[in-house]
T-cell receptor, first 116, second 119 residues
Framework: AQTVTQSQPEMSVQEAETVTLSCTYD???????LFWYKQPPSRQMILVIR??????QNATENRFSVNFQKAAKSFSLKISDSQLGDTAMYFC?????????????FGGGTRVLVKP | NAGVTQTPKFQVLKTGQSMTLQCAQD?????MYWYRQDPGMGLRLIYY???????DKGEVPNGYNVSRLNKREFSLRLESAAPSQTSVYFC??????????????????FGPGTRLTVL
């Protein structure tokens, strides 16, 4: 069974600054995917970024980027130039590759507060 | 496209009552999922349907049943609600094979959630 751990329950950052969220996971799979989802106060789950484990290059999406360290089983999210709209819960999630077990396993979340 | 829609948005039940949560997607996705989110926690999978006509248990299936009515719709039923089922319920869908725009087979897209309270 896979586990996903987010060790930071809450983080705050000044607007325009950078914040990094930690995520570690445990798996025996060699083929898998990792995700960061954002959940604002509206409760909607919004995909922020995804990473295929077989790709060495770190994924980026505008102001969001990841640091994927496969050997260390670490998948951190960096939010650059933080904006007030980035205030939300952020969840790291894991999915094994292939069609079997298509489920996502989520971490407990990190609450990010962007201060003006 | 509306994406993934869920009804109702809010519901209050008494212990022992039954209800069905509805989910529909218009993205022609093959796979659909039901998750629950308890306060301060991540989502946990209740049931999923990899394709039309199939359903499988997830991490926390006890007390729930599901029906994959057709490719678009996947419902979650609570036969006899209990206070432990107070939670926010999310439906999600994904493409099982092939691609659809930005979506790939491993990306799940979520509905807005249903907040359920069982008294």
């Amino acid at each position: 069974a896979q586990t996903v751990t987010q060790s930071q329950p809450e983080m705050s950052v000044q607007e325009a600054e950078t914040v990094t969220l930690s995520c570690t996971y445990d798996t025996s799979e060699s083929n898998y995917y990792l995700f960061w989802y954002k959940q604002p106060p509206s409760r909607q789950m919004i995909l922020v970024i995804r990473q295929e484990a077989y790709k060495q290059q770190n994924a980026t999406e505008n102001r969001f980027s990841v640091n994927f360290q496969k050997a260390a089983k670490s998948f951190s999210l960096k939010i650059s130039d933080s904006q007030l709209g980035d205030t939300a819960m952020y969840f790291c999630a894991f999915k094994a590759g292939g069609t079997a077990g298509n489920k996502l396993t989520f971490g407990g979340g990190t609450r990010v507060l962007v201060k003006p | 496209n509306a994406g993934v829609t869920q009804t109702p948005k809010f519901q209050v039940l008494k212990t022992g009552q039954s209800m069905t949560l509805q989910c529909a997607q218009d993205m022609n996705h093959n796979s659909m999922y039901w998750y629950r989110q308890d306060p301060g926690m991540g989502l946990r999978l209740i049931y999923y349907s990899a394709s039309e006509g199939t359903t499988d248990k997830g991490e926390v299936p006890n007390g729930y049943n599901v029906s994959r009515l057709n490719k678009r719709e996947f419902s979650l039923r609570l036969e006899s609600a209990a206070p432990s089922q107070t939670s926010v319920y999310f439906c999600a869908s994904s493409v099982l094979s092939g691609t659809s725009g930005r979506a790939t087979s491993d990306t799940q897209y979520f509905g807005p959630g249903t907040r359920l309270t069982v008294l």
